[in-house]
């Protein structure tokens, strides 16, 4: 069975920083992709990152610069280190991974960048 689970959520406030966690259980990091969602109030989801099986990571550009995706082959687990937080930055961020056609989502993490 899958799961993924993000931690590291909270209020923060402009300007600061974050770093949010994925666990992943039920498929190694090293042989499948691992991404960074995000959904803000009222908008699509939309993608900020993910880490291809390599280890290389990619960015949206509304985040390069900012946004840094990492994992721990060790510890199966996904990190979003988020700088320099934007108002904008306000939403739920979720990690995601998939085996064949199947897409595993963890329950989401609250961000809200606010003074």
């Known amino acids: 069975q899958v799961q993924l689970v993000e931690s590291g959520g909270g209020l923060v406030q402009p300007g600061g920083s974050l770093r949010l966690s994925c666990a992943v259980s039920g498929l190694f990091l090293d042989f499948y992709t691992i991404a960074w969602f995000r959904q803000a109030p009222g908008k699509d989801r939309e993608g900020v990152s993910y880490i291809s099986p390599d280890g290389a990571a990619y960015y949206a550009d509304s985040v390069k610069g900012r946004f840094t995706a990492s994992r721990d082959i060790g510890k199966n687990m996904a990190y979003l280190q988020i700088n320099n937080l934007k108002p904008d930055d306000t939403a739920v961020y979720y990690c995601?991974?998939?085996?064949?056609?199947?897409?595993?989502w963890g329950q989401g993490i609250q961000v809200t960048v606010s003074s």
């Open positions: 995601k991974s998939n085996w064949g056609t199947d897409d595993y």
